[in-house]
């Protein structure tokens, strides 16, 4: 007989066999009645307590690794006047550490923060906020002269994004000095994570006045750009930076597993993002949340309402600054709109009376 015929033999005996014994297994098997709703899970807030009770371990070594971060900051600061652009990966939280960098460095520069790990993040409120910053750093330098500031329109949010970046990237600065810079944590977080949103930061960065600090955790960040991207654009310095932080915030906005969410969480979630913005962020937010305790019954409070009460106790000084504010609310989900029965665009906080009640009381 052949060894072919022996082998083809085996294996149709193999494979038969392997059919018998899982057609015997099965036919004596009873299904389970049990279903996953039956789990007992944990409340998410308990759980989130039990984790930030946890004691950290190795803080001495820890502590000692982010000092030796802080003597690169001089290093860090001169390859962003060269025109490179700072990539920060590796285990544990950046925030801190990126915050602290441009709080101690970047003194001499505008600033701004873009939370990538929110759910949805406003590009196009982020180029035009940078363009106006680097409007009033030209001024009080006083880089545009007699002459010249009246062919050089002032940016507005109404312009259209190339408009914007064409500003951005232009010689209007005549000392590499002149730059505003964008701090972003977690470039690859799901609010910036789509296509369109990396290639406007890619342009962005290449701007010749725009400097971009940014953190990465996603363990493929990489596949979110090109080669053009990464060296032209980005000109990314790629630094391991590992600080073994928790994400403490990053996280926040995330379902622990086997954890049930509820009102609570929603209102503790607030609070965390409050205490993370500018103090007259938290009293416009404040004002808001007070009408709506006051008039629980009304579908939410006009925009115009709100201008006219924040001017008045001197929260905000245009209606494009109270846009501001409510474009970061929304970008946070602390406020939605609707419009009135009179026809008027309202803001509300999704909260109930109680929540906001206790998210007031936190934030003090």
Same mark, same amino acid.
């Given at each position: 007989?052949?060894?072919?015929?022996?082998?083809?033999?085996?294996?149709?005996?193999?494979?038969?066999?392997?059919?018998?014994?899982?057609?015997?297994?099965?036919?004596?098997? /009873?299904?389970?009645?049990? /279903?996953?709703?039956?789990?007992?899970?944990?409340?998410?807030?308990?759980?989130?307590?039990?984790?930030?009770?946890?004691?950290?371990?190795?803080?001495?070594? $820890?502590?000692?690794?982010?000092?030796?971060?802080?003597?690169?900051?001089?290093? =860090?600061?001169?390859?962003?006047?060269?025109?490179?652009?700072?990539?920060?990966?590796?285990? !544990?939280?950046? /925030?801190?550490?990126?915050?602290?960098?441009?709080?101690?460095?970047?003194?001499?520069?505008?600033?701004?923060?873009?939370?990538?790990?929110?759910?949805?993040?406003?590009?196009?409120?982020?180029?035009?906020?940078?363009?106006?910053?680097?409007?009033?750093?030209?001024?009080?330098?006083?880089?545009?002269?007699?002459?010249?500031?009246?062919?050089?329109?002032?940016?507005?949010?109404?312009?259209?994004?190339?408009?914007?970046?064409?500003?951005?990237?232009?010689?209007?600065?005549?000392?590499?000095?002149?730059?505003?810079?964008?701090?972003?944590?977690?470039?690859?977080?799901? !609010?910036?994570?789509?296509?369109?949103?990396?290639?406007?930061?890619?342009?962005?960065?290449?701007?010749?006045?725009?400097?971009?600090?940014?953190? $990465?955790?996603?363990?493929?960040?990489?596949?979110? =750009?090109?080669?053009?991207?990464?060296?032209?654009?980005?000109? =990314?310095? =790629?630094?391991?930076?590992?600080?073994?932080?928790?994400?403490?915030?990053?996280?926040?906005?995330?379902?622990?597993?086997?954890?049930?969410?509820?009102?609570?969480?929603?209102? /503790?979630?607030?609070?965390?993002?409050?205490?993370?913005?500018?103090?007259?962020?938290?009293?416009?937010?404040?004002?808001?949340?007070?009408?709506?305790?006051?008039?629980?019954?009304?579908?939410?409070?006009?925009?115009?309402?709100?201008?006219?009460?924040?001017?008045?106790?001197?929260?905000?000084?245009?209606?494009?600054?109270?846009?501001?504010?409510?474009?970061?609310?929304?970008?946070?989900?602390?406020?939605?709109?609707?419009?009135?029965?009179? !026809?008027?665009?309202?803001?509300?906080?999704?909260?109930?009376?109680?929540?906001?009640?206790?998210?007031?009381?936190?934030? !003090?």
């Amino acid at each position: 007989m052949d060894i072919n015929d022996l082998d083809d033999d085996e294996e149709f005996g193999f494979s038969r066999n392997y059919f018998l014994a899982k057609e015997m297994r099965g036919s004596g098997k /009873k299904k389970s009645a049990q /279903k996953l709703s039956d789990i007992d899970v944990v409340d998410e807030q308990e759980l989130r307590v039990a984790v930030s009770n946890i004691e950290t371990k190795h803080e001495k070594e $820890i502590d000692t690794l982010l000092i030796s971060y802080k003597s690169l900051y001089p290093k =860090w600061v001169f390859e962003l006047r060269c025109g490179f652009g700072l990539l920060m990966y590796g285990f !544990g939280s950046k /925030k801190s550490l990126l915050e602290d960098f441009a709080s101690t460095e970047l003194t001499d520069c505008g600033v701004i923060v873009i939370n990538g790990y929110l759910q949805s993040v406003n590009v196009k409120n982020v180029v035009s906020t940078l363009a106006e910053i680097l409007w009033e750093q030209l001024k009080t330098r006083r880089r545009f002269s007699a002459g010249s500031t009246s062919k050089v329109q002032q940016p507005s949010s109404s312009q259209s994004m190339e408009d914007l970046l064409a500003f951005l990237d232009g010689s209007n600065a005549k000392e590499n000095d002149c730059f505003v810079c964008v701090v972003i944590h977690n470039i690859d977080g799901p !609010g910036l994570r789509d296509c369109e949103s990396q290639q406007y930061l890619a342009r962005l960065a290449s701007c010749s006045n725009v400097r971009v600090v940014a953190s $990465i955790d996603h363990v493929n960040t990489a596949l979110l =750009w090109d080669k053009k991207m990464v060296h032209t654009q980005f000109n =990314w310095c =790629w630094y391991h930076v590992p600080t073994f932080a928790p994400y403490k915030v990053e996280g926040v906005f995330f379902p622990l597993i086997l954890a049930c969410s509820g009102t609570a969480q929603n209102a /503790k979630t607030a609070a965390i993002v409050l205490q993370s913005l500018t103090p007259n962020a938290q009293s416009v937010f404040k004002v808001l949340a007070q009408h709506q305790l006051a008039h629980s019954d009304e579908e939410g409070m006009p925009i115009n309402n709100l201008y006219a009460t924040c001017r008045e106790r001197f929260l905000v000084s245009s209606q494009m600054t109270l846009n501001s504010h409510l474009t970061e609310f929304k970008d946070h989900e602390l406020i939605k709109t609707r419009r009135h029965s009179d !026809g008027q665009d309202c803001v509300y906080i999704p909260l109930t009376s109680e929540a906001i009640t206790n998210l007031l009381e936190e934030i !003090g």
